[in-house]
Antibody, heavy 120, light 110 residues
């Protein structure tokens, strides 16, 4: 069974940094493309970033490019999101999500999310 | 690519059909010939759940009352007979050029 567990959320001051992690199990992690998606309180979903199985292709939404960095450690079955220069509008639940298979473009497996609150 | 969903709210009667439209600001036909348009459902307090991908392919375990259709820039999600468990917010998402979600459509029971 595919399982994705996010961690690393919490309260951070504006301008601060935070590193989110997502630990995967139940599948061969290196085979699959992974994503970060967030949802601000009471708002819709916002796709943030994508990374291919061997980290050869990486993409970001304009809203976070240059501030956020996605990475993965296939030996640890882990996905990361380094978030710098955080702003109040970055307050959201952050989900990691897995593509269902290579080239599908479909986010079929999701974690429960971790809450990031940016406030002084 | 900007994804625009209509309506933003859809009150429906149990057992009746419902449909949601999604329009993209440019064609979602990829150079490989595929159209990467998917639909997701988010029930209250839950992470999103994939329903449909590549316009019309139902994901594993998704009831056949959900169907997707469309081409180019115009797409539709249909629920043939709405059940109480279908209440939630529905999102379209394109993966042809980067990835973008629509703003969401809230489905509620009348």
């Amino acid at each position: 069974e595919v399982d994705l567990v996010e961690s690393g959320g919490g309260l951070v001051q504006p301008g601060g940094s935070l590193r989110l992690s997502c630990v995967a199990s139940g599948f061969t992690f290196s085979y699959y493309e992974m994503n970060w998606v967030r949802q601000a309180p009471g708002k819709g979903l916002e796709w943030l970033s994508y990374i291919s199985g061997i980290s050869s292709v990486i993409d970001y939404a304009d809203s976070v490019r240059g501030r956020f960095t996605i990475s993965r450690d296939n030996a640890k079955n882990s996905l990361y999101l380094q978030m710098n220069s955080l702003r109040a509008e970055d307050t959201a639940v952050y989900f990691c999500a897995r593509d269902i298979d290579y080239g599908s473009g479909a986010l079929g497996f999701w974690g429960q999310g971790t809450l990031v609150t940016v406030s002084s | 690519i900007v994804m625009t969903q209509t309506p933003l709210s859809s009150p429906v009667t149990l057992g009746q059909p419902a449909s949601i439209s999604c329009r993209s600001s440019q064609s979602l036909v990829h150079s490989d010939g595929n159209t990467y348009l998917s639909w997701l459902q988010q029930r209250p307090g839950q992470p999103p759940r994939l329903l449909i991908y590549k316009v019309s392919t139902r994901f594993s375990g998704v009831p056949d009352r959900f169907s997707g259709s469309g081409a180019g820039t115009d797409f539709t999600l249909r629920i043939s007979r709405v059940e109480a468990e279908d209440v939630g917010v529905y999102y379209c998402m394109q993966s042809t050029q980067s990835r973008t979600f629509g703003q969401g459509t809230k489905v509620e029971i009348k």
